[in-house]
């Protein structure tokens, strides 16, 4: 594997890190949602309306219910999945590197961060930065 396709895979690494945070709200706020549905007492938890609310309105907010639901399990689905990958990569990384090093790629790769901020982090100089990072990909390849 080639320093720029590592390159490319960290950021994307760093990407899916912020769209696993990104789906966990969603799934917070979708779910929330469902709840007001629920405490609306048209619907029970089985899903079947009640026999004493309005026929149309508890039909529409039964379906919506159930898309809701749906698309609930399918975003946990993902999660899940991008989750077990995020780990692999972690782990991966933190076999395979240093302390500094790994600190180095969350900075650099998962927040995004400059190389004048990560010195500064890091308490080293750019050009010590540029090394760290030669010094990861180096490694990296070898493992990969």
């Known amino acids: 594997m080639q320093e720029k396709e590592i390159k490319i895979l960290l950021f994307e690494a760093g990407q899916k890190d912020c769209a696993i945070k990104i789906l966990k709200e969603k799934i917070i706020s979708l779910q929330s949602e469902q709840q007001c549905l629920y405490s609306l007492q048209s619907i029970c938890r089985?899903?079947?309306?009640?026999?004493?609310?309005?026929?149309d309105e508890t039909a529409n907010k039964t379906v919506k219910l159930l898309e809701m639901e749906q698309v609930i399990n399918e975003m946990l689905l993902k999660l899940k999945k991008w989750i077990i990958e995020q780990n692999k990569i972690e782990l991966l990384?933190?076999?395979?590197?240093?302390?500094?090093?790994?600190?180095?790629?969350k900075l650099r790769y998962f927040d995004r961060k400059s190389f004048r901020y990560i010195s500064k982090e890091l308490?080293?100089?750019?050009?010590?930065?540029?090394?760290?990072?030669?010094?990861?990909?180096?490694?990296?390849?070898?493992?990969?």
């Open 93 to 105: 990384l933190s076999q395979t590197l240093s302390e500094e090093e790994y600190r180095f790629v």
């Open 123 to 144: 308490f080293c100089s750019r050009s010590t930065c540029y090394a760290i990072q030669q010094r990861i990909l180096k490694k990296l390849k070898a493992v990969l």
């Open 46 to 55: 089985d899903g079947m309306p009640k026999s004493n609310a309005k026929k």
